[in-house]
């Protein structure tokens, strides 16, 4: 990811609503999951600063994690968290069957081939372990934000159900994210291509999805309706959103 999209996830951590939204709805979907027991180890791949680490202490007796970036892995370090590896997600460096949760929050599609990614992923997983990954959903909505995180795709619901397929991995959970805001986000995404392609000829860092300031109140009121779709989520999954989550199982 560009050192200035990196520096500006960082200081948004906290109060954007698409922060904060993912990180309530994920990891609620996740407990649920789990059903109120917690795995011995789990790995968060590609952690980048760190936002979910705090939330997989809750439910990890021990937690993991790996970043690409250098930074990224001091960032989580300095916010102490000290079991961390710089490493890619094709070789990760932990025995085989050595982790009963690996989880990819937005990190997948900063990976050239996924499916040797997920293979990898399968490889480290404990029998009956699971792999939690969130993901942008819809090829047609890719915009300079996803040049500036250097995502190789976006994903549908199939695609993505293919790439832990490929690996060996049973699906169990597969549904959009950020569905109710999404009949909001589409118009405005596709608008933001628009001027885009009038105006940008090159990905600018200091332009995404996350520049444009709003009012305190507008933000939290964002973040509320993302959040306000975890106890449907519990129950099955959705058709239609502007992300992705899905879980599947090592047999």
Sequence with gaps: MDPVAYRAFLELEERHWWMRGR????????????????????????????????????????????????????????????????????????????????????????????????????????????????????????????????HFRRYTRGSLRRVFEQAGLEVERNTHANVFLFPVILPAVLGIKLVENVFVKAPDPKHTNLSYRMPGPLNEALFRTFAAELPLSRRFDWPLGHSIAALARKR
């Excluded at 970043?67 to 001091?74: H, I, N, P, R």
């Excluded at 929050?105 to 699971?130: N, S, T």
């Design 23 to 150: 990180r309530s709805v994920y990891l609620g979907l996740l407990e649920h999951a789990l059903e109120g027991a917690r795995v011995r180890r789990a790995l968060d791949l590609g952690a980048g600063m760190g936002a979910f680490l705090p939330g997989l202490s809750r439910i990890a007796e021990q937690v993991v994690y790996t970043d690409v970036s250098s930074e990224g892995v001091a960032t989580c370090r300095e916010r102490g968290f000290t079991r961390g590896a710089l490493a890619s997600g094709y070789a990760l460096p932990f025995a085989d069957a050595s982790f009963g949760l690996v989880c990819m929050f937005d990190a997948i599609e900063h990976i050239e081939d996924d499916a040797r990614a997920m293979r990898e992923v399968a490889r480290i997983l404990e029998p009956g372990g699971r792999v939690f990954v969130s993901v942008p959903a819809y090829q047609f909505l890719y915009a300079n934000n996803d040049r500036i995180a250097q």
